[in-house]
């Protein structure tokens, strides 16, 4: 059981960088696979990337690899995912979830968080 509340949502030119965070509650944090998800309007939620346990290995959606990296601060119960070059097609509400275990997936997750805001404008 894990409780997600992202932040660092916001508005931003095309070309910028945002960080969002994700804070989870508990004391389990690093028995979880993390993920970061999002929804445009009109569109199904998509994967966009994910990272294991202890941090090392990561997975990212096509769209999104070389601009986006996904990180993780098991001491400080966060996961993070810093945003570069953003696009207006990154527009979405961004989703953080927890998936049990140790595998690194793009389906699956149990546990989500109630989503931020990001619009990039051209």
């Known amino acids: 059981q894990v409780d997600l509340v992202e932040s660092g949502g916001g508005l931003v030119q095309a070309g910028g960088s945002l960080r969002l965070s994700c804070a989870a509650s508990?004391?389990?944090?690093?028995?979880?696979?993390m993920g970061w998800f999002r929804q445009a309007p009109g569109k199904e939620r998509e994967f966009v990337a994910a990272?294991?346990?202890?941090?090392?290995?990561?997975y990212y959606a096509d769209v999104v690899k070389g601009r986006f990296t996904i990180s993780r601060d098991n001491a400080k119960n966060t996961v993070y995912l810093q945003m570069n070059s953003l696009k207006p097609e990154d527009t979405a509400v961004y989703y953080c979830?927890?998936?049990?275990?140790?595998?690194?997936?793009?389906?699956?997750?149990?546990?989500w968080g109630q989503g931020t805001q990001v619009t990039v404008s051209s």
């Open positions: 990272i294991n346990r202890g941090g090392v290995n990561t």
């Open positions: 979830a927890a998936r049990p275990g140790a595998v690194v997936a793009d389906r699956g997750y149990d546990y």
């Open positions: 508990g004391r389990t944090f690093s028995m979880y696979t």
